[in-house]
């Protein structure tokens, strides 16, 4: 078996290849291709990936290159991991909106709506090479906003499944906090990319017993705590928002926060730094734990679960997925991207059937959705025109005059990365 990861010179590259050394029953990797332009960066990891296989005693072969049609050929699968600009470009997207009184941040927004600009037609263009390469070969994206790469890389036909970690994150925690094993904890988890709701947490499966209400009664300080919220929020709905949930529920709070502390970006980027350095050490043959600062907590074990799953060799049966909606959710069209628990096997992820989410959570989905629409096709056909009627649909904008002074501010930082700006 051959994987593939595109973006393969990112300083996570490590977690990722921790997990394909620990978690390989089930996925038997014969070859693992790490492709990047960034050929300094890209040796580094390389050189780290082979010694965390040697002592994980992984028999895989792990090769490097800057060729993408060379490094996907033949694949089984193919990840996909890309940040459009890198650090720099991320500062932009959590700073400029702050300057418009709106949230600064990756994914969410209007710094979310530059990056999808900037990332759509780069990992189309890199799906294309991968089809005539390697035909047969599952797309795995990570990059965000997952939701609406994974939209455009199935509105072009690709076998392409969107992952997140915010379930596996929540599953490990509620594991935790419920003395269960991962294994035993299945979720009610409903809504888009970034956009989520734990509706219940079930011992066992999809029909088991529901232990949400307990946990939310004997741990809720801990949970609101991990995301930032009031413990009185988690009682009065009843359910676990992801923490993205904050930017809606406390914009004008996380704006505040923003403007008086370092970016993230900017944390991630000194991270970095030092992460390079300690990769660059010869004796280094495991996962630094400064790793685990640098976010996408479980990220491993979800992508290793869903790699396996797909190409029919092992992996849960059931795992939350970025998948066309299909009438899962009868309030948005079928060829919506929503993120639930699904059946996934080598013919792909089949979501499981969920109650009709509260229309307090069903109207935020469906605006979101809308949303997700129009930035699509900005970032598919460009214009300033496309950009601004995104950013007036985005529930944390709507307004026409922040829509016109973000669309300028966007256009203006993201220049290099967009050709019709």
Aim: proline share 6%.
């Amino acid at each position: 078996m051959k994987l593939a990861v595109v973006g393969g010179g990112s300083t996570y590259t490590p977690e990722l290849i921790d997990g394909f050394a620990r978690l390989r029953a089930g996925l038997p990797v014969e070859e693992l291709v790490l492709i990047d332009p960034a050929t300094e960066r890209l040796e580094l990891i390389g050189g780290l990936a082979r010694r965390i296989f040697a002592r994980q005693g992984h028999p895989a072969v792990v090769t490097t290159t800057s060729d993408l049609d060379a490094g996907v050929a033949g694949a089984d699968a193919v990840l996909i991991q890309l940040r459009i600009g890198g650090q720099a470009a991320r500062l932009q997207d959590e700073t400029w909106p702050l300057e418009c009184g709106c949230v600064g941040q990756e994914t969410t927004g209007a710094g979310g709506l530059a990056k999808a600009l900037r990332t759509v037609p780069v990992v189309l263009d890199i799906a294309e090479r991968v089809r005539r390469a390697a035909p047969d070969a599952w797309i795995i994206d990570f990059t965000n906003p997952v939701g609406i790469v994974t939209r455009a890389l199935l509105g072009a036909g690709h076998k392409a499944v969107g992952l997140c970690n915010v379930a596996i994150g929540f599953q490990r925690k509620f594991a935790k906090l419920l003395d269960l094993s991962p294994a035993e904890v299945h979720l009610d988890h409903v809504g888009l990319n970034h956009l989520t709701w734990e509706t219940g947490v079930r011992r066992g499966g999809p029909d088991g017993e529901d232990l949400l209400p307990g946990l939310l009664a004997a741990h809720g300080d801990a949970v609101a705590a991990d995301l930032r919220l009031p413990r009185a929020v988690l009682d009065r709905l009843g359910v676990v928002p992801s923490y993205y949930l904050r930017y809606f529920y406390a914009h004008d709070e996380v704006v505040r926060e923003l403007g008086e502390k370092p970016s993230r970006a900017a944390e991630v980027a000194a991270m970095e730094k030092e992460l390079l350095g300690l990769y660059a050490d010869p004796a280094l043959d495991e996962k630094p734990e400064l790793l685990a600062k640098r976010g996408g907590a479980f990220y491993s074990e979800a992508a290793v679960d869903l790699a396996a799953a797909l190409l029919g060799d092992g992996g849960s049966p059931i795992q939350v997925v970025n998948t066309l909606n299909r009438g899962t959710l009868p309030f948005l069209p079928d060829d919506a991207v929503i993120e639930v628990q699904a059946r996934v096997d080598r013919s792909g992820p089949a979501p499981l059937a969920v109650p009709r989410p509260d229309p307090l959570y069903a109207g935020l989905i469906s605006h979101v959705t809308a949303y997700e629409d129009l930035a699509l096709d900005a970032a598919l056909r460009g214009g300033r025109e496309r950009v601004f009627k995104a950013l007036l649909a985005h529930p944390l904008v709507g307004q026409f005059d922040l829509a016109e002074g973000l669309t300028d501010r966007l256009l203006a930082h993201n220049k290099e990365h967009l050709p019709w700006a």
